[in-house]
């Protein structure tokens, strides 16, 4: 008989309704399921919102008391979809409480942040995630198996990008992305922390950067009402102007503990790119490209293939691949981002119910916050900057 577990959501925006969405799916496509998940509250700014939310995404109950909600009994587990400045206090809370954790990413504003809830996470002996959801589309997962079956040998090189347009604009809204003491940092934790996390799933711990991390937009228009809007839609250009203290791009050369070497490209200034995530790894025995944006494929090159046949081929990902068996029945049938957030609902219950932590989880959030300092400070210096505690 599989059990339920009583979820409490605080954040009923954009990632609350992703993240709600898998709860209600998981089991339809992961049978039997690890755990059912029982939409028990969700939690949002002011009452009005919160039941607004309770109807939209099938909660039972709705509040606007986050603290009195991981304090309840019949809360089984704790998932944080707020702002970046709110991770922190709601997750050690949390972790005080004994509720296990799903925590939307950057983990934190900074190593230091970070390190807090590390160590709140690890005393209480939760189950604790990061999520860092594009590690779960199938290809990526693929790609894993192949680097772990040694089928291109060595790695080298690792070559990543995630590149967007949606802010190019210097009349979008000043979203709180834009604002550090909100975000903590720019496009370094907004999205280059998802191909630092590729980057150490895929090749190993990043050991030491060298960045720049410039800012192309120095004000923006203040948006009204209280909901945070993205994109170049909400264009406003009579609105009043305040300033932007983040970066809005990152490039950086890399290093890594194992010896390769790469380098990472992060902009939210990229005009004509949406939501553009790739990597590239070169290994002594073959090489890896995947472009998020064709989600389905992985193409891969294997230097031991004939010499009248060798080049890239195209892996088309299905049944036969990491998670396919309970996605679609066809290959190319189409992978999207609600599918990665179902595989990562999926993990992280079967890690609450098995009892051993999964993977991305809270220490591997504090790295990947290292590795953000580094490249902010990189950035400010110009220098190599060691990834350290």
């Known amino acids: 008989m599989t ?115 590390l160590d709140a996470v690890e005393n209480s002996g939760i189950i604790h995630m990061v999520a860092f959801n594009y590690r779960r589309t199938p290809a990526i997962a693929l790609a894993r198996k192949l680097i772990d079956e040694n089928r291109i040998g060595e790695i080298r090189n690792f070559r990543g990008t995630y590149l967007q347009d949606w802010p190019a604009d210097p009349d979008s809204p000043l979203s709180w992305r834009f604002q550090k003491s909100i975000a903590g940092s720019g496009a370094v934790g907004d999205i280059g922390t998802h191909v630092v996390d590729m980057a150490h799933y895929l090749v190993g711990q990043i050991s030491e950067v060298n960045a720049m991390t410039p800012t192309y937009i120095q004000t923006r228009p203040v948006q009204e009402g209280g909901i945070d809007k993205l994109g170049a839609s909400e264009k406003n250009t009579t609105a009043r102007r305040e300033p932007v203290d983040v970066e809005d791009e990152v490039v950086s050369l890399l290093r890594f503990e194992n010896g390769a070497i790469g380098s990472l490209e992060a902009t939210r200034n990229a005009y004509g790119r949406n939501n553009f995530i790739t990597l590239e790894i070169h290994g002594t025995e073959g090489s890896i490209y995947f472009n998020y944006e064709r989600r389905d494929e992985l193409q891969v090159m294997f230097a031991d293939d004939p010499a009248d046949i060798r080049g890239f081929r195209t892996i088309y990902t299905g049944p036969a691949h990491p998670y396919g068996e309970q996605l679609w029945p066809i290959p190319a049938i189409g992978i999207g981002y609600s599918e990665t957030k179902i595989i990562e609902c999926y993990d992280f219950f079967q890690a609450v119910a098995s009892g051993v932590q999964p993977s991305p989880n809270f220490s591997d959030g504090y790295r990947c916050e290292l590795v953000a300092d580094a490249l902010l400070k990189s950035g400010e210096t110009g220098e190599w900057v060691g990834v350290n505690p």
């Open 3 to 117: 059990n339920d577990l009583n979820v409490a959501m605080i954040g009923g925006g954009f990632m609350g309704r992703a993240h709600a969405m898998s709860y209600a799916a998981m089991p339809m496509f992961f049978w039997p399921a690890p755990a059912i998940p029982r939409r028990r509250v969700i939690v949002d700014i002011n009452d009005e919102m919160a039941e607004e939310a309770r109807l939209r995404f099938g909660f039972e109950e709705a509040s606007s008391d986050w603290r009195a909600t991981v304090a309840r009994d019949d809360v089984d587990a704790v998932d944080i979809c707020v702002p970046n400045d709110a991770h922190a206090e709601i997750a050690i809370a949390a972790a005080e409480a004994g509720k296990h954790i799903l925590c939307e990413k950057p983990l934190a504003r900074g190593a230091a942040e970070a390190k807090t809830m």
